[in-house]
T-cell receptor, first 113, second 110 residues
Framework: KQEVTQIPAALSVPEGENLVLNCSFT??????LQWFRQDPGKGLTSLLL?????REQTSGRLNASLDKSSGRSTLYIAASQPGDSATYLC????????????FGKGTKLSVKP | DVKVTQSSRYLVKRTGEKVFLECVQD?????MFWYRQDPGLGLRLIYF???????EKGDIPEGYSVSREKKERFSLILESASTNQTSMYLC?????????FGSGTQLSVL
């Protein structure tokens, strides 16, 4: 069974710290992996998408990597800010159906001023 | 800018009622999806649609149906609402690989 796991479930850091969020998946036959951000009571916003042929993607202070052989993806956030506080979810696309993603349960990030 | 709009932010319904959740996207996307999100369970796919009048069951379709009469609109229907359908419902659309979500509808069934 294909599963996506995010550990830890919650993380608290002081403002300005660089941090890494982890995502692991059980099946390496992954087509692509997406990272999303979710603010409380809101929908998900797509942050970065890494296709299986890529190793990483960058957007501003965010950098996501994908290592299929180890079944891992990381989201690196540089110089964290209180506005980065949110739940971050990763989702693996195994190509079973277009857009049918397998989601992790998320890491709730709190950045303290 | 990409926009997926869910008609209601909060809904309170009674057990046994028929409930309609509406979702509209303005990006001419072929694919649309309905998920529910519950604490500890994460996001689970209910139904999705590749095209007008097309629908496919997701992981948890029981107790739900969908309608897609026009490309931009995808409706989720709870035929007879039950308390275990209290949840956050999220609509999404895609063309290609990226998913775009609406803001969600928090449904409470009493």
């Amino acid at each position: 069974k294909q599963e996506v796991t995010q550990i830890p479930a919650a993380l608290s850091v002081p403002e300005g710290e660089n941090l890494v969020l982890n995502c692991s998946f059980t099946d390496s036959a992954i087509y692509n992996l997406q990272w999303f951000r979710q603010d409380p009571g809101k929908g998900l916003t797509s942050l970065l998408l890494i296709q299986s042929s890529q190793r990483e993607q960058t957007s501003g202070r965010l950098n996501a990597s994908l290592d299929k052989s180890s079944g891992r993806s990381t989201l690196y956030i540089a110089a964290s800010q209180p506005g980065d506080s949110a739940t971050y979810l990763c989702a693996g696309d195994y190509g079973g159906s277009q857009g049918n993603l397998i989601f992790g349960k998320g890491t709730k990030l709190s950045v303290k001023p | 800018d990409v926009k997926v709009t869910q008609s209601s932010r909060y809904l309170v319904k009674r057990t046994g009622e028929k409930v309609f959740l509406e979702c509209v996207q303005d990006m001419d996307h072929e694919n649309m999806f309905w998920y529910r999100q519950d604490p500890g369970l994460g996001l689970r796919l209910i139904y999705f649609s590749y095209d007008v009048k097309m629908k496919e069951k997701g992981d948890i379709p029981e107790g739900y149906s969908v309608s897609r009469e026009k490309k931009e609109r995808f409706s989720l229907i709870l035929e007879s609402a039950s308390t275990n359908q209290t949840s956050m419902y999220l609509c999404a659309s895609s063309r290609g690989l990226r998913l775009f979500f609406g803001s969600g509808t928090q449904l409470s069934v009493l």
